[in-house]
């Protein structure tokens, strides 16, 4: 995860005392919270009708995306998690994907793919 990023969500967490240090395990009902407070963030982001308030959204679920990342523990694998997804996802190919709606946009996996193995990193 980028220093920035990283050293902002630390801040925030500690002036909230809240941390991974203070709670290694990662509990169902934190992770419910996360999940519903990202799906809040998207919410926003589609209901945006100014580019002030989707980049104020896409942010916002960016501080729940990072901050979830450090409350599990795994900033330090994070960075190399998202190499080798992204390596995965240059396998894809353009096309509609009709798991999200079959957007023309959206990429579709080759018959050959592989998914990232990311097994080593947790």
Same mark, same amino acid.
């Given at each position: 995860m980028s220093t920035i990023y990283q050293s902002l969500v630390k801040?925030?967490?500690q002036k909230f005392g809240i941390? /991974? %240090?203070?709670l290694?395990?990662?509990?169902? #009902?934190?992770?419910?919270f996360r999940i519903a407070a990202m799906q809040e963030e998207l919410d926003? /982001? %589609?209901?945006?009708?100014e580019r002030?308030? #989707?980049?104020d959204a896409l942010v916002d679920l960016a501080v729940f995306l990072f901050g979830t990342v450090e409350r599990m523990g795994l900033e330090s694998v994070f960075e190399e998690?998202?190499?080798?997804?992204?390596?995965?996802?240059?396998?894809?190919?353009?096309?509609?994907n009709n798991k999200r709606g079959g957007f023309s946009l959206d990429l579709q996996k080759p018959a050959?793919?592989?998914s990232a193995d990311l097994t080593d990193l947790v």
């Open positions: 801040g925030m967490h941390s /991974y %240090e203070d290694p395990n990662f509990t169902e #009902e934190e992770r419910i926003e /982001y %589609e209901a945006s009708l002030v308030d #989707e980049l998690a998202y190499r080798r997804v992204m390596a995965s996802n240059l396998q894809k190919e353009l096309g509609p050959d793919f592989k």
